[in-house]
């Protein structure tokens, strides 16, 4: 243990993994019972901690996981040596071999692809199992859709690799369910067009998070890949998966350091964006920007104090926040608990609000928790 370890927290994120299974049961649930389901855990599971995400997810009964890179499938290789993997993101040339050794299955968008994969599995002795992904209006990975059939031909004939399933991914799922069903429309053609198809088990795949809330009940594909519902944070705020009932995985914490009055008139923190209109009582919490809050929250966010909700004054600098406590009941003392995301008594400030202050999106936020800032698991047993 290092000389740190002991040391009481000044910014801190709680992962609750019993949330997290709860949450990965209740979407299973409210899916068809042979849907397949991939549990996206790239970015070190959404800044969530990939180690205890995963461990909790094969728990709950992930089928599958999806990551964005090799190092992350090598972490995963930790847990478990053979539960499914599949790499989401492109293979640079020098990684191939780690393919097999690691035992991945690989994206594939292009004949160059496939024709290395072929030789890293001949030389394996072993075939290298790929995901087809075919471009239906993404217009990032995977081959364009008209292109898909002869590459599924040159898959077929290649003996070095087995294709293990295809997908697809939507551009505009949580925003335009008219471009979302045209790719659907076309994905489901370009299927049509793959001889064969039918014949092998494969996973066909479209729908993420926000793709379940226009997938059709009668659909095809069979299975999921979710990432952000699983950690309890709808795509929108105005979902139609609030049905499903996840719950928040993720919370962020701080401390109160300092607490003290500033007369009417002062300016607060780096270029002084705000001035105080009348005589303040202001706290220092010791968190920043180096911890993943937002410089875009200055003079714009909320945290909970005592349960009430303490607005930013001036800018965020990297390792304090000003808010103004004045009107906070009670006296709020240096040591006090602060909270950026999660429940306060009767407050509540969700990972949804939190990105909108800094002009962003949840995804964005989880994976901006940096490293200074520990994770602890609150497991069904406590933290
Ligand atoms: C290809 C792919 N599939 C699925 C997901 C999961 O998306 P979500 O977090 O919206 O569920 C992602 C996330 O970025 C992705 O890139």
Request: proline letters at 6%; glycine letters at 8%; a positive charge.
């Amino acid at each position: 243990m290092s000389a740190s370890a002991q040391l009481p927290l000044r910014c801190w994120a709680e992962i609750d993994l019993a949330a997290l299974e709860r949450n990965l049961k209740l979407i299973r649930a409210s899916l068809p019972p042979h849907i397949k389901y991939v549990a996206v855990v790239k970015a070190d599971a959404y800044g969530h901690g990939l180690h205890h995400t995963a461990a909790q997810l094969m728990h709950a009964g992930a089928d599958l996981f999806a990551v964005a890179n090799l190092a992350e499938a090598a972490a995963l290789r930790e847990l478990s040596a053979d539960w499914p993997i599949l790499l989401l993101s492109p293979v640079l040339p020098d990684e191939d071999r780690y393919l097999a050794d690691y035992g991945v299955a690989a994206t594939v968008s292009s004949a160059a692809e496939v024709a290395r994969f072929d030789a890293v599995g001949r030389a394996a002795g072993r075939p290298v199992a790929v995901h087809l992904k075919i471009d239906t209006g993404m217009g990032r990975l995977g081959v364009w859709h008209p292109q898909a059939p002869a590459l599924y031909a040159q898959i077929r004939a290649a003996a070095g690799v087995r294709l293990a399933g295809v997908f697809t991914h939507f551009a505009s799922a949580d925003d335009d369910p008219g471009f979302t069903a045209e790719q659907r429309r076309l994905f489901l053609a370009t299927l049509d067009a793959l001889p064969g198809l039918g014949a092998a088990p494969l996973l066909v795949h479209a729908d993420n998070s926000a793709g379940l809330e226009t997938a059709p009940g009668d659909s095809v594909f069979n299975a999921v890949r979710v990432g952000l519902l699983q950690f309890g944070i709808l795509p929108h705020p105005h979902s139609l998966l609030a049905r499903v009932r996840t719950e928040p995985v993720f919370s962020f914490h701080t401390r109160v350091g300092l607490v003290k009055k500033l007369p009417a008139g002062t300016g607060i923190s780096y270029g002084r964006t705000h001035r105080l209109a009348s005589a303040r009582t202001v706290a220092l919490l010791t968190a920043g920007y180096g911890d993943g809050l937002p410089r875009a929250c200055s003079n714009r966010g909320h945290v909970l104090l005592h349960g009430r909700r303490c607005p930013v004054l001036g800018r965020v600098c990297m390792d304090q926040t000003v808010v103004d406590v004045t009107n906070v009941p009670g006296v709020v003392q240096c040591g006090d608990y602060a909270v950026l995301v999660g429940r306060q008594g009767a407050g509540e400030i969700s990972v949804t609000e939190f990105a909108a202050w800094a002009d962003t999106i949840p995804w964005e936020t989880l994976t901006s928790v940096t490293k200074r800032v520990p994770r602890l698991y609150k497991t069904p047993r406590g933290l």
